[in-house]
């Protein structure tokens, strides 16, 4: 009985093993390029085994903008309150491109086992977030482009449905490169950001890197109203005291939807960006290059049932175009578009999970077509079926494809057993093509034998 009545005491002063896990700022892990002047903060209480009915009791949050969760811009203080989702951020005004940590102690109450009473306290791992640009002056540029983007070229040789070209079609809607070299200083060490708004699709390099594995950026907004914005980390791309280039891949994407093809989507592709390294930055300005690149859209209005394809030609594929050792000389001066100039737009943070390839699916079969679709004339000599495995949303790849200079190669994709559907597609490279399930037809004009 003296043990017993020992060890109640010691129950009674036990602690909760709690941990806070899956910290998140505007609902998302770790976010660059916000555009809310208070994020809101969220976080989730983790038991330990044995435990039961925890409850948070209180919480209290620190964020800082050097480097650490140290309460330097903001500290809640102790707030009794159970909340633990939605919680704003009332500090001083956050400021534009800028890195904020953040992290979160809570006490909490609950029982263990044994049913004692116990209580405890737990500090988070460190979070953290970075903001965008909070109004247009902040950007510093202007949206750039190219003189007619959208003019209504002939496309010769235009695909239909069922029927392929003798030629590679030529015209269509451009997707264009724009690059800037520049030289960085050595002492520009600080965390490197690059903020992109785009009117159309676009894919950022630096230094001839990849910023990110995502695709189909931004995501979709009503572009006669809304512009998105997204920001990536470029600080392992960057090379401070050499010289630097961006690189920026652009394609007209939902500015050609008949419903969203006015105001500013009349002038698409168009990209407005800005680099930040500690007290250094550029913005997109008369400076940056343009040249055309492999790819352009033909065929179809993107739309329901028409969204065309795309035509590359491979033989004006230019090596290196996103570094800094290539020379720009002879490319083309970027056409400006005052930032000034769309007053009714507003470009707003793409803060949402972005698309990325996450699987790979294989071919079920390949086989030589021997005959026809009944809606359509038979496939003509060197004709080949490739049957995935399922249906799905993505890209195909085409590996240790060859031929002679000039020569095409066609691609038609169906989900309907053999009639060709509509959309559209983007490429992967020299020799080898990649597209949107649903492609009435790409032309891919090789550039080599190898």
Known sequence: MRALALLAPLLLQQTLAVTIENLR????????????????????????????????????????????????????????????????????????????????????????????????????????????????????????GTASPNASEPVVGQLTRGALPPQPPTGGAACPWFRKSFSLPASATSTGLLHVASVGYHELSVNGQPATDAVLLPSISYLPKRVLSRTYNVSAL?????????????????????????????????????????????????????????????????????????????????????????????????????????????ISADAMEPTVKHSSILAQSVTVATKGNPHFPPPPPGTWVVEMEEVYTGWFEVHDMHGAPGSTVHFQVSTTGGIPMVSRRTTTGANSSALSLGVLAVVVVCRSTT
């Open 25 to 144: 700022t505007e609902y998302l892990e770790n976010p660059l390029g916000l555009d809310k002047p208070a994020p809101r903060f969220a976080w989730e209480l983790q038991a330990g085994a044995g435990q039961r009915g925890v409850a948070q009791q209180s919480y209290r949050i620190l964020v800082g903008d050097k480097g650490a969760a140290d309460g330097s811009v903001w500290d809640s203080k102790v707030v009794a309150s159970n909340a633990s989702f939605q919680v704003k951020y009332a500090g001083p005004p956050l400021k534009s491109g800028a890195v904020y940590h953040w992290s979160v102690t809570v006490t909490t109450s609950g029982s263990a086992v044994s049913s004692a009473a116990v209580s405890g306290s737990a500090t988070s791992p460190t979070a953290y977030f970075s903001m965008g640009m909070l109004a247009k002056a902040d950007w510093g540029g202007d949206f750039i």
């Open 238 to 346: 960057l090379k401070p005291g050499a010289k630097n280039a961006i690189g920026i891949w652009a394609a007209t994407s939902w500015a050609e939807y008949p419903d969203l093809h006015h105001g500013i989507s009349l002038d698409a592709p168009l990209v407005l960006a800005k680099l930040e390294v500690g007290s250094f930055s550029l913005s997109t300005d008369a400076s940056w290059k343009t040249h055309a690149s492999t790819t352009r859209h033909i065929g179809g209005s993107w739309g329901s049932s028409g969204f065309g394809g795309e035509a590359v030609d491979e033989s004006k594929a230019i090596a290196g175009w996103d570094t800094a050792a290539l020379d720009d000389s002879m490319w083309s001066s970027v056409v400006v578009h005052p930032l000034s100039s769309y007053s009714h737009i507003e």
